[in-house]
């Protein structure tokens, strides 16, 4: 049995464990549709707070999903140049 824990369960964690700012995909249906919005869309938010079921971001918007992504700058040499 895999015990890793991931997507909105593993942000509820990171939430009750004090991180304070995660950058997370979201959705209102599921964990995977947050990922599959990814592919043409920006559906990203800061989640802050989780309460009465509902992921909340830093503008105090909820989502039932939110899974955590990474977000970075990209590199010279990741780009080709």
């Not at 979201?26 to 509902?54: L, P, Y």
């Not at 999903?65 to 010279?76: G, S, Y």
């Amino acid at each position: 049995m895999d015990k890793r824990v991931i997507g909105s369960q593993l942000t509820r964690l990171m939430l009750e464990n004090g991180h304070q700012e995660i950058w997370c995909a979201v959705s209102d249906v599921s964990d995977e549709d947050a990922m599959e919005d990814q592919v043409g869309n920006d559906f990203t938010a800061c989640i802050v707070d989780f309460r009465d079921g509902q992921f909340y971001c830093t503008a105090d918007n909820g989502w039932f999903h939110a899974v955590p992504i990474e977000v970075r700058a990209l590199t010279q040499s990741e780009v080709g140049f």
